[in-house]
T-cell receptor, first 115, second 111 residues
């Protein structure tokens, strides 16, 4: 079965550079979530999209932006990178609604290292 | 803002012992999900609880949702080395479109 695809898997950037992370949800899933997970930390919710519209926002810095495209893939754009942005970034997709439709399926993540 | 706390933060058990992690939300939840994350891996969905007082079992794992829908627990009977990982609860509140993850419980099983 198709899973959530994230690219790239690893990314090394320098301070003040920009980065773009991509997420391809499971086919027919209409909701995408982005999370940031620091070492030994729990996943922190950044932002979510439902049917290509932003549905909720968490602790996402103003330097970050995201969107969901017509084919439902999503991109997280990060500018003016800081050392503290080094983390694992997960994307998850789901079918909106309660019950079994609301299960989040996570991608393998993008490990971002800012030097 | 909404917070979801888990205790304990760490737990080391001997193989064959039982293990329980508790999840407490500062707000009433619509539903709660449990995830397991292996070291170096991504969170993997285990189960979702929706009803007040709901209890679900998956082999050696028992999940409970509190009557007030503000707390939950995961109990593992007779742990095995394959149970190693971090267990997260994630709470969903009606009117939002986000899951708030708990702080996680890292389980180590000693053979």
């Amino acid at each position: 079965a198709a899973g959530v695809i994230q690219s790239p898997r690893h990314l090394i950037k320098e301070k003040r550079e920009t980065a773009t992370l991509k997420c391809y949800p499971i086919p027919r899933h209409d909701t995408v979530y982005w999370y940031q997970q620091g070492p030994g930390q729990d996943p922190q919710f950044l932002i979510s999209f439902y049917e290509k519209m932003q549905s909720d926002k968490g602790s996402i810095p103003d330097r970050f932006s995201a969107q969901q495209f017509s084919d439902y893939h999503s991109e997280l754009n990060m500018s003016s990178l800081e050392l503290g942005d080094s983390a694992l970034y997960f994307c998850a997709s789901s079918l909106e609604g309660l019950g079994t439709k609301n299960i989040q399926y996570f991608g393998a993540g993008t490990r971002l290292s800012v030097l | 803002g909404q917070q979801v706390m888990q205790i304990p933060q760490y737990q080391h058990v001997q193989e064959g012992e039982d293990f329980t992690t508790y999840c407490n939300s500062s707000t009433t939840l619509s539903n709660i999900q449990w995830y397991k994350q292996r070291p170096g891996g991504h969170p993997v969905f285990l189960i979702q609880l929706v009803k007040s007082g709901e209890v679900k079992k998956q082999k050696r794992l028992t999940f409970q949702f509190g009557e007030a829908k503000k707390n939950s627990s995961l109990h593992i009977t007779a742990t095995q080395t394959t149970d190693v990982g971090t267990y997260f609860c994630a709470g969903y509140t009606s009117g939002t479109y986000k899951y708030i993850f708990g702080t996680g419980t890292r389980l180590k099983v000693l053979a």
